[in-house]
């Protein structure tokens, strides 16, 4: 069950050349690598000094200010166990006691696909590219912005199975509003499992959604094989400030007991989850993250969980959030260097903008913000693909130009390779000085595998732009997500499993009447 | 003749509270920083071993294959005296003699500008940010594409000079084609002057435009000023592979006998101009960037100079070239490396791409190669501002979504600083865990100067953007440069240098004929 594709991937480099871009494009096929194995190092921003003194505002605000646990007596009996200080539903935690706790989590371990080939890697050096999560409406430009639905929600899982610049294939791309709220779960776990062969994240908005999650994923694996084996996860928020609900906690507790994946995910609007200056927002997550970690090893020492982060900014003239700013980019830096430190896997930014359009704005945004994914060494790169308006929309326009850029990104962190073929000495050597290098033997035997190749940016000349049409990008990606649609195959699944699936989602149902809200 | 501006700006954080805001909005006055001093560091993408695995195939280059200097017999004498192979116009250097040659170069030097207090820094954690340089063709979205004219040049000039977030006025910010090609540079040096009081470039395309640069720089300073100051640099290519003509050796030559700077940056086109691999052209670059800066050393040993590259790729389907892809930004990160062992000020990347139209596509490669300009530790960020359609077009509507880009990097360059304040610890502990912190004190003391605001972006919610005309990026950003030229105001110019610079380009135009190419 190990990942030969990502094996066969050379860093991120599979799938570049001119054959693999035919296969991308016959659409059925998706020739990417399983996941990155990074051969760049990540970006230390700050020094060893002041990370201590980070790390030492984290450990005070454990000890002195506590964190809250709400409705959730199990949790506060464990933490009383282990040897904090409970005081109602509010926990202090002495000095290295969350970090005791923690050094049972895994630094690495695989989340298996139903595809075994698309198994990922989290940890380390590997990276793991994955779609948004969690906006209610979807966009693009032929319809605009409305409530998303199941359909639509569909429509992302393909996106993101014909990308082969994704690895996973995501929890809540969009949220399904027309199928009621305790009961789509369910269609987006067997949306996830029937339209896709990649891994994938199960609900956490109750505890037992989140075992129907995990029951759906024993269907589909074995129950024997996910009692040993991660094969779904649950993405957590905290309730920033330094409060962690039942809901967040029994989702974890229900993942870690059945040996399961954790995504633990501090959400810091500065200025009003949290403080106005980076290094306090950063302080605060990093307390908020460990002790979310660490619930996850108080129920099941051992149990995969990754320390995340979704830091962003607000516009304190009018209070709106702001996404794919400078500051959440810096402070996402100093977070990968916070987490290395705890040795353990993390989750960090993604393409965040909030602009409502896919335009300059929204790459600008999204850029800067990948960039702080990519250097901050995170190995799930959360809401990669797809994000508009502050999280607010799934667009549709957007999600191929994200997927382009992570194309971009797997380029990039293949980095710079030194041996005697890359030195190409041989190349100048051939022709000398003031010969271009157009025909020349370094150039022959590799210019097919050189440079990574957009699907979706137009380097033609102006007078080809023009006669084709003189397109923006957000034109191409309205073409472009409608062809991959249009090109989009199923992969196999057993029908034996396939009706199991539909069987349990049609008991489940019928045993629950609609809640709307 | 320090930097006062500099000194105040606390890191690029000068100009981010709501006073400077409303100063940029009136217009004339610029409330930027001179330059920024960067608060993070340079990020070292590869090995010791590594680097000197590329410095040695730079080395071998030099020794093995050499470098052609055409037409400038001056220049092959110096490298004869200086204790180079000359035969013929091929020059090799023994191992260690260029590197001999550029010890002389200061690591840090100031260029003047005629306002003492936009004078800038070039090496060291200095960062300048300056427009475009080079298109022949301007752009904006009410007429499209059409050749620069000197009236698009002296708007250009304004719209820098209008910007808070660049420091320096740049060359030939787009080519004025209605003024003739042996006078132009009369017409573009004196619109830096009169039109900004910011550090500028001069003329490189013959000797004695170079040295009309320098004597129009000499009637603004004074000539003695100007023999021991730099207030003026020329920036050249090498005409790569492996080739300095005698344009450029001329130029630098004029530039440094005059004690000014010059800026030697090979521009390679990987697979055409050098190697289609990254580490191959870079080694390349590295053997180029270090012969033209020690051209100027043995002109005269002392002069500043800056040791620059421009990577670019290559579609090797069609031969188009590409730029704001991962591999010259993976490059650029390498070059800065080579270039801090060298201990010279580095010109590095900029906001490149490809893209027709200051859409989505442009703002994603211009982002990514801004970020690989200020994690390579560039001092002088080439390019910063303007950049369309791979260089052929300067972009009104790039242009000031760029300068915005730069004010984000002003906010990025900044870093996380980590004292008590920053820390936010009180900010926590006065409300503790769930209660929310826009009213607390730590936020209304620090909420001013919490977040760089972008002048450009939207970040209304989508109701308010809907009802404001939903407009893109690219529709404010027209509506800004014209805002921004409406509300120009020149800064004040002694008369008597006005009359003096008129004089001389009156008296120098009518001693030549028009020439058109």
Same mark, same amino acid.
């Given at each position: ?11 991120? &480099? ?15 096929? @998706? ?6 194995? =990074? ?5 230390? $921003? ?5 990370? @201590? ?36 539903? *509010? ?54 912005? &409305? ?38 779960? +369910? ?5 996830? $499992? ?19 999650? $995990?029951?759906?994923?024993?269907? @589909? ?6 009692? =040993? ?12 400030? *330094?409060?962690?609900?039942? !809901? ?19 959400? $810091? ?46 516009? +304190? ?85 994200? %997927?382009?850029?992570?194309?971009? !990104? ?29 025909? %020349? ?38 073409? &472009? ?11 196999? *699944? ?24």
């Amino acid at each position: 069950m190990a990942a030969p594709a990502a094996s066969r991937s050379k860093g991120g &480099r599979q799938g570049r050349g001119r054959a693999a871009r035919r296969d991308r494009r016959i659409g059925a096929a @998706v020739a990417g690598p399983a996941y990155i194995t =990074r051969r760049i190092p990540p970006y230390d $921003i700050l020094s060893e000094e002041a990370l @201590v003194r980070i790390e030492d505002t984290s450990d005070r605000i454990l000890e002195e200010i506590g964190i809250r646990f709400q409705d959730d007596p199990r949790c506060l009996e464990l933490w009383r166990e282990a040897g904090a200080d409970v005081t109602a539903d *509010l926990v202090r935690f002495p000095k290295g006691l969350v970090r005791h706790v923690l050094s049972t989590a895994p630094a690495i371990f695989t989340q298996h696909a139903r595809n075994p080939e698309r198994s990922v890697k989290f940890g380390g050096d590997h990276v793991v590219f994955v779609p948004s999560y969690g906006a209610p409406f979807v966009m693009d430009l032929d319809k605009g912005r &409305r409530y998303g639905t199941i359909e639509d929600f569909r429509n992302f899982v393909k996106l993101a199975y014909a990308s082969p610049w994704l690895h996973h294939s995501g929890g809540t791309v969009c949220e399904p509003t027309d199928v009621p709220v305790n009961k789509r779960h +369910l269609d987006m776990v067997y949306s996830h $499992i029937r339209y896709s062969d990649r891994a994938f994240l199960g609900s956490i908005t109750a505890e037992d959604r989140a075992e129907d999650s $995990i029951e759906m994923a024993r269907l @589909v694996f074995g129950a024997e094989f996910v009692e =040993r084996n991660c094969v779904v996860m649950g993405n957590v928020n905290c309730n920033s400030p *330094l409060v962690w609900d039942a !809901m967040a906690t029994k989702s974890i507790r229900a993942y870690a007991r059945a040996n399961q994946g954790t995504v633990i995910a501090p959400f $810091i609007l500065g200025g009003a989850m949290g403080p106005v200056t980076t290094a306090g927002a950063v302080a605060q997550a990093h307390a908020e993250a460990m002790v979310g970690c660490a619930v996850s090893q108080l129920e099941r020492p051992g149990a995969p969980t990754i320390y995340g982060n979704f830091l962003s900014s607000t516009q +304190l003239r009018t209070g709106s959030p702001t996404f794919g700013t400078p500051e959440p980019a810096v402070g996402s830096l100093v977070v990968g260097q916070l987490c290395r430190r705890l040795n353990l896997p993390l989750r960090c930014s993604g393409s965040f903008t909030t602009s409502k359009l896919p335009d300059a704005q929204a790459m600008m945004e999204s850029a800067t913000s990948m960039h702080a994914s990519v250097l901050s060494g995170a190995n799930f790169a959360f809401h990669s693909a797809g994000f508009l308006d502050g999280l607010l929309s799934m667009s549709y326009e957007k999600f191929v130009m994200d %997927s382009d850029y992570c194309g971009h !990104m797997h380029a990039y962190l293949a980095g710079v390779p030194t041996d005697d073929n890359q030195l190409a000495f041989s190349a100048l050597a051939e022709g000398g000085p003031g010969q271009h290098l157009f025909g %020349s033997a370094h150039t022959l035997a590799n210019y097919e595998t050189a440079y990574w190749e957009s699907d979706l940016s137009d380097s033609r000349s102006y007078e080809q732009w023009i006669e084709a049409g003189s397109e923006d990008a957000a034109t191409r990606a309205n073409r &472009r997500w409608k062809q991959l649609l249009a090109d989009y195959e199923a992969p196999p *699944l057993d029908p034996g499993i396939d009706e199991a699936l539909q069987d349990l989602m049609a008991r489940r149902k019928a045993s629950l009447a609609d809640e709307w809200h």
